[in-house]
């Protein structure tokens, strides 16, 4: 079974039937407690740390594991200084409280997309997985997650803001292993989903470091998301809302070297707009059924920057390819 939808009182439940439903597409169990899930795929180097510590929820891409340690503390993390631009958690908030509506998973044996519905329309994402990479490089294991800086913040779609592979604040945002490019001898190296913006000021801690997806590209308040392919999502629905065509969410770094590149695609995991689509939708769209919902908090109604909404993301969407 490669999606499964269901309730769960806690993260803690909700934990063990992610255990169950990834055993069952042939991933590795190497540690599950109450509050940690840690796990490979059948790729020699494919490992990743799941931990609710602190309220929030762990997702941690490692080299190798360490059972006697927390998730943030993994070998070869990019918790760990050096590794990327700077320590980097990718945690995800707001899950602690459980009861939670309901929750989607979507997974085969190369990623484990989640999404909880902790309220009513109001949605948080997490996954792992490999990327489908479009270059030669080591590694490809990415890790993303829904980091609220603040409520007041999420009402706004701030940059202070992560939503999946969109940037957001320093440290909290989605990262991608990817090693021996543009020069870059470091390894593991991981690349986090920050804004293209660069100037020789401001933006040299990004080069070497930085990817750019497509997380924010139809939110009112994109900030720098210059993403060539934002108009794919910008666009991926006609005027009237009849027709939808999910963007591929692909992923461009910026290398050591200063020069762009095509990391890849994270597989079966879109972007788009829902004007008029209900959150949770089922589309059929080429022959393929896809599962839309927002990227935390729909609000189509009214797009701006500010609204009394406690997770505004306007009308941007995940499309999840249901896989059966």
Not at 105 to 133: C, D, M, P, Q, W
Not at 177 to 202: I, W
Not at 207 to 225: Q, T
Not at 227 to 251: M, R
Request: aromatic residues 12%.
């Amino acid at each position: 079974m490669a999606y499964q939808t269901g309730n769960a009182a806690t993260i803690q439940v909700l934990l063990g039937k992610l255990a169950d439903f990834a055993n069952g597409l042939q991933w590795k169990i190497k540690k599950h407690t109450e509050t940690q899930l840690y796990l490979s795929n059948s790729r020699e180097d494919s490992h990743w740390a799941i931990e609710f510590l602190s309220n929030n929820v762990y997702t941690i891409p490692c080299t190798h594991f360490d059972l006697e340690k927390s998730a943030i503390a993994q070998p070869g993390s990019p918790c760990i200084e050096n590794n990327a631009y700077q320590k980097v958690y990718t945690r995800t908030t707001e899950l602690q409280n459980g009861q939670f509506v309901s929750y989607d998973f979507f997974g085969t044996s190369e990623y484990l997309h989640i999404v909880v519905e902790i309220e009513a329309e109001r949605f948080r994402h997490f996954g792992i997985g490999n990327l489908l990479k479009e270059i030669e490089f080591t590694g490809g294991q990415y890790a993303y997650s829904t980091y609220m800086y603040s409520q007041s913040e999420a009402s706004s779609n701030s940059q202070l803001c992560t939503y999946g592979m969109g940037h957001g604040y320093n440290g909290t945002q989605a990262v991608l292993r990817a090693d021996n490019l543009g020069g870059d001898t470091h390894s593991p190296r991981y690349f986090a989903a920050m804004s293209s913006y660069y100037s020789e000021s401001k933006g040299k801690q990004e080069l070497g470091f930085a990817f750019y997806g497509l997380g924010r590209a139809a939110m009112a308040n994109e900030v720098y998301s210059y993403h060539p392919d934002k108009w794919l999502v910008y666009y991926s629905q006609s005027k009237f809302g009849q027709t939808l065509i999910p963007a591929p969410n692909v992923i461009l770094g910026h290398l050591l070297n200063n020069t762009i590149v095509r990391f890849g695609t994270v597989p079966d995991r879109y972007e788009c707009k829902m004007v008029g689509i209900p959150p949770k939708t089922i589309l059929e769209i080429n022959g393929e059924r896809w599962k839309i919902i927002p990227s935390a908090g729909f609000n189509g109604l009214n797009q701006a920057n500010n609204t009394t909404n406690p997770d505004n993301t306007g009308v941007q969407g995940v499309a999840y390819r249901l896989v059966e």
